[in-house]
């Protein structure tokens, strides 16, 4: 991990802090809820996984996952066979290599950049 420019140097540290409204122990996989994200719901308005899988008649092969966070949903989506690459922004804490160490490809892109992708016709 790069710790250069962040306040905490561990994740421990990172898990006591409130990073942002949806990252309260974000970086907790073990004792905290970020594992069961997307898999249980917390409210009526979350979506889970597999209601998102469902709306492509299980015909989703490859995902982009934009946002600031952990990289669960991808991480989830991988896990469901479906290739992802997330961008995300290392905003108070290294998320771009947290998500590399869960096995996502980050893209490391400001706001201002173009997605690296073609629009292909059919």
Known sequence: MIWNGFNCKSFECLNGRKLNRDCVHCFDLVNGYENQRFVKSKGKNDFLVDDVLQLGNDGIRIGFDIGIGSGSFAAVMSERNVTMITSTL?????????????????????????????????
């Open 90 to 122: 290392n905003v108070n804490g290294p998320f771009n290599e947290f998500i590399a160490a869960r096995g996502i490809f980050p893209v490391y892109l400001s706001l201002d950049h173009r997605f690296p992708f073609v629009q292909s016709s059919i």
